[in-house]
């Protein structure tokens, strides 16, 4: 995206509120041409009071212009200020609508603290752009505009002596822009790899401590740092020349013009009125060029973070949702796999002509090693994504044709991360359905076996859990996960090692919850835990992503394959037995 287009894209973003972006665009053009007031008539003056002629009329005339201006000026400020806070605001709130919806496969690839940098950096750049847009910018520019044929009407030679100043200003501008654009773009990407990598230490501080990695990371820090330097100072060079030598322009510019007016009024081709407005003309000529350069500096700096906002809000889902597509309709919550094969981008990994059938209240248990397609079986179901062959139906309806929205509504899931955010447990809980009742919460807390742990919390169903629930343990986030699920009331369940931070008590406790929870509904397991397994309607094995024995636990065993050598190596654990020898 060209500079231009990018910048154009930006104040295109005033959206609703381009009815008030043209009122001040209005107010700004008429603050410009009460600025060429000043000086022509601070000149008119001068001469009226040369000549002894009567002045009182113009200096009327010019506090009057004085306070329309200072009124005009009202106006700006103030609204300008609201509109860039708004839209600043409305920017983020659809930057982050945006992101969230993105697939699973973007967040895979992008860090999160790199899409907060880029979201914040993006929604400043664009508040200050449109604030001293409205502010500022714009009034300069007509001003700009309006001075060449005004100066050149009032004295052609002096007028031509601001017209080389703008040539200087603009040539040097444009100059510095092209040798700095792609240095600023490189400075730009070390800052977003600098938040991202903050982000991911802090995320993770207590690995970097267990693993005394904090010098490393520090090191690691300062690596980055150092290339950003490298590919800031350069920039900031060059702006640096341009201001030294677009300041010299300026002084000589003020003494030609003090030199020319002398040598015309000798010759009685200018009054001493006119080099008076003329003067006023050039300061007031530097100081908006001043503006706009640095204004220009400024976009130039700014322009690589909205290049990568912009960036991020034109990626498109991979999960393309028909034109008004129908909801999903679960009559019985049949589930079907028909033939599925998806692959990863990059990778031979994924699954392979994955064919079966999950009647409605099936229990369907996946087992197999660590990435043999478990996971991804279930991700594709809650159509996370999209199957590359074949199709997933419920109920006869193909995933791909109904709403994305309608399918994560049909879909309870209780994952082996619970995933909670840095909120009331009461709040956890609602994300299951928000406008549960506090009766309803304690009614799923207690089927979850959670009721007991957080009524003895200080705080109760008001007790922050933390970021990522860090502030309670293991089987007490995964308890909440379970709580969570049965107030969403999903008539197809997943449960992706859902009682894997459980010690072997409470999960004895809770199988009996998930029990009741799975009744008269489609679930499907993920488990190491051999009980679960057990008690399926089905059971698949799966191996490097294809179904390689299908049946009952009995039959299985029986069968003396893969599953059954599985049970005999004791990979599947068998939590009855190990409570029945556990002390108490």
Do not use: C
């Amino acid at each position: 995206m060209s500079f231009f287009r990018l910048y154009f894209r930006a104040v295109a973003l005033v959206g609703p509120d381009k009815g008030l972006a043209a009122g001040l665009a209005v107010a700004g053009i008429v603050l410009a041409f009460l600025g060429f007031a000043e000086p022509i008539l601070f000149g008119r003056v001068v001469d009226a009071l040369t000549h002894d002629r009567p002045a009182m009329t113009l200096v009327a005339l010019w506090a009057g212009l004085g306070f329309l201006g200072i009124a005009a000026g009202i106006f700006v400020s103030l609204h300008a200020d609201r509109l860039a806070h708004r839209r600043r605001l409305e920017v983020m709130k659809s930057f982050f609508e945006h992101v969230i919806q993105l697939p699973a496969s973007f967040h895979s690839d992008e860090q999160s603290g790199r899409l907060i940098a880029v979201m914040l950096r993006g929604t400043d750049h664009l508040f200050s752009l449109l604030l001293s847009v409205f502010r500022e910018h714009l009034t300069a520019v007509v001003m700009l505009v309006a001075l060449i044929p005004v100066s050149i009407w009032m004295n052609w030679r002096m007028g031509l002596l601001l017209v080389a100043l703008m040539v200087v200003y603009g040539t040097l501008s444009v100059i510095v822009v092209r040798k700095t654009r792609f240095g600023q773009e490189r400075a730009e990407s070390y800052h977003a790899q600098l938040s991202g990598r903050v982000v991911d230490v802090i995320g993770n501080v207590s690995v970097v401590q267990s693993f005394t990695r904090l010098q490393d990371e520090a090191r690691a820090l300062q690596s980055i740092m150092g290339n950003l330097i490298a590919a800031q100072f350069p920039v900031l060079n060059w702006w640096a020349l341009a201001s030294v030598l677009t300041r010299a322009a300026a002084t000589i510019t003020i003494v030609s013009l003090f030199a020319l007016g002398t040598a015309l009024h000798a010759k009685g081709e200018i009054t001493v009125g006119e080099i008076v407005s003329f003067v006023g003309f050039a300061t007031m000529l530097i100081g908006r060029l001043d503006q706009l350069t640095q204004f220009l500096s400024t976009l130039v700096f700014e322009a690589a973070g909205m290049r990568q906002f912009f960036e991020v809000l034109d990626r498109t889902s991979t999960l393309a949702e028909e034109p008004n597509a129908p909801a999903l309709v679960v009559t019985g919550g049949r589930v079907v796999f028909d033939r599925v094969t998806f692959r990863y981008p990059r990778s031979t990994s994924g699954i392979f002509d994955v064919s079966f059938v999950a009647e409605p209240g099936e229990t369907l248990a996946i087992v197999g090693p660590t990435g043999s397609g478990k996971s991804t079986a279930l991700a594709l179901l809650q159509r996370v994504r999209d199957p590359d062959e074949g199709r997933i139906t419920i109920d006869g309806q193909d995933l791909r044709d109904v709403t994305l929205d309608s399918i994560r509504r049909a879909i309870g899931v209780v994952f082996q991360d619970p995933g909670l955010f840095d909120r009331s447990i009461a709040e956890n809980l609602r994300i299951g359905k928000p406008d549960a009742t506090d009766d309803e919460i304690r009614a799923a807390a207690r089927l979850a076996e959670a009721s007991g742990f957080i009524e003895g919390k200080q705080g109760g169903y008001d007790t922050r859990a933390g970021e990522r629930g860090r502030g309670l343990s293991g089987g007490e986030r995964q308890r909440l996960a379970i709580a969570r699920a049965v107030l969403k009331n999903a008539p197809v369940l997943i449960l992706d090692e859902a009682t894997s931070a459980l010690d072997n008590e409470t999960e004895l406790k809770i199988k009996r919850a998930l029990e009741t929870l799975s009744k008269n509904r489609t679930t499907f397991v993920i488990a190491h835990r051999l009980s679960t397994v057990r008690s399926a309607d089905q059971i698949l094995y799966m191996e490097a992503g294809r179904i390689l024995e299908r049946g009952r636990f009995d039959d299985l065993v029986a069968a003396k394959g893969r599953f059954a050598a599985l049970v005999e190596a004791g990979e599947l654990q068998d939590e009855e037995a190990d409570a029945a020898q556990s002390p108490g």
